[in-house]
């Protein structure tokens, strides 16, 4: 019997290797797509933070120190400043054409009001459509001006006899000392581009698999399948699914070696999580793609649910909006892709360090989508069975 379930499952292996090599598609999808998909992505995030943004300056005073706001600004490496303009209507004519993102408005006698002892308020206009270039755009911004009203502040109070220990702490009393952790460089590379190179990994394992599943009921080949399964469920789904494991787990590799050699992730809890979880996580993709299919008998429809399906993991998974801040069933709705508990694996233990214990639940979560495909396989075979369903695009 063990003997039987064994020459089934190989059978069925080589069948599907066969398949591969001699289907343009299949070959591109496993190899060449998420291998060029994956540099891409890389190149396009290579830098990791956003620098010298455009920016206009609207300068009505033309002193000393509107000059040296202009220089400290231009210093900072967020922003860049492209140009001096006449008037704030001439500037927000530039953001608006595009030309800058943001425009910084010097008033007129603000040399003048500082020296005499009042204050003087720039204005930071910006484009905040982009809300990420924005904020970093207004932080620059804002550390410039902060550093130049410190310094001023600082001098004004050391012509009145106080020596700089004692004038430092009359211009900050208190002093805040931010530590940024997990993520010092505030770089994409670390959350941004980890993220959509697995987005990458399970668009490709999830349209792979049903393709290479729904296109045996297309083309009515099904029976073929089976047959050479032995007529035995579980020998026919594991040995035309394996290849792609396979290969996809490769994918995972070079995605690990990119991430935490090339862009140098770090790795401060359990690279074993990590792998594991990653492996689960191809698996639960796999698993979604007998649903879909065995759900729809339609390869058309299961590709086009499946590239809903992977495009909305991003949205939902918490990395660009937390799922605490969603409303409760979005929070519910965020359940029901794996990603999500992927996610919470790799933030986890790779930036975050945390103890290998809080990977359990998420991976057991990433499980129980391969459990629910096993339940849909019965369900597959018969529909390989119905000639009525193939030709089903």
């Not at 039987?4 to 069948?15: D, E, G, I, L, N």
């Not at 502040?153 to 220990?165: A, D, S, T, V």
């Not at 789904?237 to 690990?256: C, E, H």
Request: positive net charge.
């Amino acid at each position: 019997m063990q003997t039987s379930t064994t020459s089934a499952f190989q059978k069925v292996f080589r069948r599907e290797l066969h398949r591969i090599g001699n289907n343009w598609a299949l070959l591109f999808l496993t190899t060449i797509g998420p291998t060029l998909s994956i540099f891409f992505i890389v190149w396009i995030f290579s830098e990791g933070v956003t620098r010298e943004m455009p920016i206009a300056i609207v300068d009505m005073d033309h002193t000393m120190l509107s000059r040296k706001i202009t220089n400290m600004v231009d210093a900072s490496p967020a922003v860049a400043v492209h140009g001096n303009y006449t008037s704030l209507t001439d500037a927000k004519r530039a953001i608006e054409r595009g030309e800058v993102d943001a425009a910084l408005y010097i008033p007129k006698n603000a040399e003048r009001d500082i020296y005499k002892g009042y204050s003087t308020t720039t204005a930071l206009y910006i484009n905040n459509t982009n809300v990420v270039k924005a904020g970093t755009i207004n932080s620059g911004v804002r550390k410039s001006i902060g550093t130049l009203s410190a310094g001023i502040k600082l001098q004004m109070q050391m012509k009145n006899g106080y020596r700089q220990e004692q004038a430092l702490a009359r211009i900050m009393p208190v002093n805040l000392h931010s530590v940024l952790l997990f993520n010092p460089f505030t770089s994409y590379s670390y959350y941004l581009t980890v993220s959509l190179l697995f987005i990458i990994l399970i668009v490709f394992v999830l349209l792979t698999s049903i393709y290479a599943i729904g296109d045996e009921l297309y083309k009515g080949t099904g029976l073929t399948w089976i047959k050479a399964a032995n007529n035995k469920f579980l020998p026919a789904i594991v040995g035309k699914l394996l290849p792609y494991t396979i290969a996809f787990s490769i994918i995972a590799m070079i995605i690990n070696i990119v991430l935490f050699s090339f862009i140098e992730v770090p790795i401060r809890g359990h690279l074993s999580s990590i792998l594991l979880g990653e492996f689960l996580l191809i698996l639960s993709y796999q698993a979604m793609a007998i649903v879909f299919v065995a759900l729809t008998n339609n390869m058309r429809l299961s590709l086009s649910l499946g590239s809903g399906y992977t495009m909305l993991a991003i949205t939902f998974c918490g990395l660009t909006f937390p799922i605490f801040g969603m409303p409760i069933m979005a929070q519910a709705f965020a359940a029901i892709f794996p990603f999500t508990y992927w996610i919470k694996i790799l933030m986890g233990q790779s930036l975050r360090g945390e103890p290998i214990a809080n990977s359990i639940v998420p991976m057991y979560s990433m499980l129980a989508f391969v459990f629910l495909g096993m339940l849909f396989v019965r369900k597959l075979m018969h529909a390989m069975h119905s000639r009525k369903r193939w030709g089903n695009m």
